[in-house]
Structures are given as C-alpha cells and as structure tokens.
C-alpha cells in the first residue's frame, strides 16, 4: 500500500473544494477515487470546538478513539483499585 504525504492529500482536497471532481483528480493523480473521496470526507469540518477552531471529521475520530481508550483505562484502574483494596483487608 502506497503512502501519501500530508501535503498531498491536503492539496488534493482542496482541489476537490475549488471545483475538481473526484474522478478527474483520481485520473491525474493515479489514485482510487475511493481514496480521493475518503480524504474528502476525512477533512470535512464537523464542528468548532471550546476555542472556535474547526474540527474535522479526522479529527472528531481520534479523539472519540483516545476517549474510548481512556475509558477503558480507567474501568481497569476501578477493578484494580477494589481488587487491591480487598487485598488490604
């Protein structure tokens, strides 16, 4: 699997934004118009977060994956915390 730049996935998407379809772009750039619509989708802006910034899809989904994990983290850390405190007992 090839990998791209964060520059041109960028520079792609904003082509795709002034007007450039994803199968004109595919064909140029040799790329999978999947791949071309996934980085689309990837940087559409979502929301603006506490400070006004946008956020974008990209982004909206590593933070829910960094929250999932944080919670995961700590339900082990209340199971540890009851287990050790039984174990003082």
Do not use: C
């Not at 064909?27 to 956020?55: F, R």
């Amino acid at each position: 699997m090839k990998k791209y730049t964060p520059e041109f996935k960028s520079s792609i998407v904003t082509l795709y934004n002034q007007g450039r379809s994803a199968n004109s772009l595919a064909n140029e750039y040799h790329l999978a118009v999947q791949t071309v619509t996934g980085w689309v989708k990837k940087a559409e802006v979502i929301g603006i977060d506490d400070q006004g910034q946008p956020v974008t899809r990209a982004q909206f989904n590593a933070l829910q994956k960094e929250n999932n994990r944080l919670k995961e983290e700590n339900d082990i850390l209340k199971v540890a915390a009851v287990l050790l405190g039984e174990h003082r007992k």
